[in-house]
């Protein structure tokens, strides 16, 4: 059974800026025994407070995890990683080493892209999130006009990509095979943006088909 620490962890990497009110619900505990939680947390420097207003009055606090917060787990064994990554690519070109990490996110998607291909693409993108949140990522999608914007809060491969950023291959693969359609990456964490995120768009479809 995850510890109380753990679940409030897990409930700010799946809902960020949440209140102390929306944890203490959705960890069912008291709001004293969040706010010790979260003091705590804060120290460790997983979670941080921001102001968020909400209509007339004062801000209220939200809370969301810090890099370190949101990358507890999925980090693991990076330097085993790391070590791997130096190996393969001191024995493959690039173009090998490309192709194994498509085949690696193909394994990945391996069969769910079938089961959502025929879904509305917001119900599709909700599964995927879904789906994505179950292998380490965190995403949020928002419609801009015609297009769609998918962007990664917290990435399995953050890590590793400092080093070896060609594993970023990976996310690219993920989100067209299982969206059955191109994706382009229009922010990228490594080039100093905020984030990583993509853009899905008919017209990314009829460009790769002229």
Not at 133 to 154: R, V
Not at 163 to 189: F, G, M, N, Q, Y
């Amino acid at each position: 059974m995850k510890s109380t620490r753990e679940r409030i962890i897990q409930t700010l990497l799946l809902n960020p800026n949440s209140t102390i009110n929306d944890l203490a619900e959705a960890v069912d505990i008291n709001t004293i025994s969040v706010r010790h939680h979260i003091t705590s947390l804060q120290a460790d420097g997983l979670v941080l407070a921001q102001e968020e207003r909400h209509g007339v009055g004062r801000p209220r606090l939200v809370y969301s995890l810090t890099e370190s917060g949101a990358e507890l787990f999925p980090t693991r064994y990076l330097r085993l990683v790391n070590q791997l990554f130096t190996q393969l690519k001191n024995r493959l070109t690039k173009k090998e080493m490309e192709k194994l990490l498509t085949q690696i996110a193909l394994e990945i998607t391996s069969g769910y892209g079938e089961k959502i291909r025929d879904l509305p693409i917001d119900q599709k993108l909700d599964a995927i999130q879904k789906f994505l949140l179950k292998e380490g990522f965190l995403i949020e999608w928002a419609k801009e006009g015609s297009d769609y914007i998918i962007s990664e809060i917290s990435c399995p491969f953050y890590h590793v990509s400092q080093a070896h950023p060609e594993v970023c291959v990976i996310d690219r693969v993920i989100l067209s095979t299982l969206l059955s359609a191109p994706v382009k990456r229009v922010k990228c964490i490594l080039n100093g943006d905020n984030l990583c995120s993509y853009l899905y768009s008919l017209n990314l479809e009829v460009e790769n088909n002229q």
